[in-house]
């Protein structure tokens, strides 16, 4: 497996970007540029040349935005990324699928119906379709209070979606939205894993911790290892279906808690035996 995570140093070139990522023992990457432009060679091939690879370009956008206009900007700038994506042959691009809501990733009743599901499977054809990627895929995010929300209706996305370069990005603290499902949550991995093994490109490493003394239930996101997602679990399925497989750090506000964050990791990794 491959663990990698975000970059706090500045970085001019892509020589300075490799001895970065290096420096923290990373062998997966986010995306180092912003647009295909006459860099992007050069950080290709310092990646290939250092046995870099890059996991994923983000999106973060809302292309289920209610307001027309909006949409249809969201929409291009997927394309956009996507594009980038495939010219840098990243293994995935990912973004959430859209939110009916007026925060960008927020809950609302209408996202989890019939008609939003409709709207996920045009909205990504139509991003896919645009762009034709051949070295890449598009993913979504599984989330809390959105489409995918669980293995399940990502099966189903897969199937309705019908694109080759559709392929699913795995964050299982987001599947985490229930007791049921956090004290169970190697179940839930394992699970995850059976069914979508094959298409999974790209994962995130975050963790969960449930909250006593909170009513209604109260679930916080922390670093790993400071809450209850099994990473025995997590990292055993990973390897079994990708020895290659990116594991990404992310959402944390210090470089500090990033280190500890990846020691805990690599000391879980050495305990079951997943090398890195």
């Known amino acids: 497996m491959r663990l990698g995570g975000p970059l706090f140093q500045n970085y001019s070139d892509a020589d300075a970007w490799v001895a970065a990522l290096r420096e923290r023992g990373y062998r997966a990457a986010y995306c180092p540029v912003q647009q295909i432009d006459e860099t992007i060679h050069a950080y290709m091939q310092a990646a290939d040349k250092a046995g870099i690879l890059i996991a994923e370009v983000g999106i973060w956008n809302n292309p289920l935005n209610r307001d027309e206009q909006e949409r249809r900007q969201a929409i291009d700038y997927c394309q956009q990324r996507l594009a980038l994506a495939d010219a840098l042959g990243a293994r995935c691009c990912v973004n959430i699928s859209g939110s009916r809501a007026k925060i960008w990733d927020g809950p609302d009743p209408d996202n989890l119906t019939n008609e939003t599901f409709d709207l996920i499977v045009e909205t990504v054809r139509m991003i896919i379709d645009a762009v034709k990627p051949t070295r890449t895929f598009y993913t979504l995010e599984t989330m809390p209070w959105l489409y995918p929300d669980s293995a399940e209706s990502y099966e189903k996305l897969l199937r309705a979606i019908d694109r080759k370069q559709f392929a699913v990005h795995f964050d299982p603290a ?102 890195f």
Do not use: W
């Open 174 to 275: 987001n599947l985490v939205n229930s007791p049921q499902r956090y004290y169970h949550n190697g179940e839930l991995i394992r699970d995850f894993v059976s069914r979508l093994g094959p298409h999974i490109k790209s994962c995130h490493a975050r963790d969960v911790v449930l909250t006593a003394g909170y009513l209604p239930l109260h679930l916080d996101e922390c670093r790993p290892g400071l809450g209850y997602l099994n990473y025995r679990v997590f990292l055993k399925e990973l390897q079994r279906v990708d020895p290659d497989m990116p594991l990404m750090l992310e959402h944390s506000p210090r470089e500090e808690d990033y280190t500890l964050a990846a020691e805990y990791i690599r000391q879980v990794a050495r305990d079951v035996e997943v090398p």
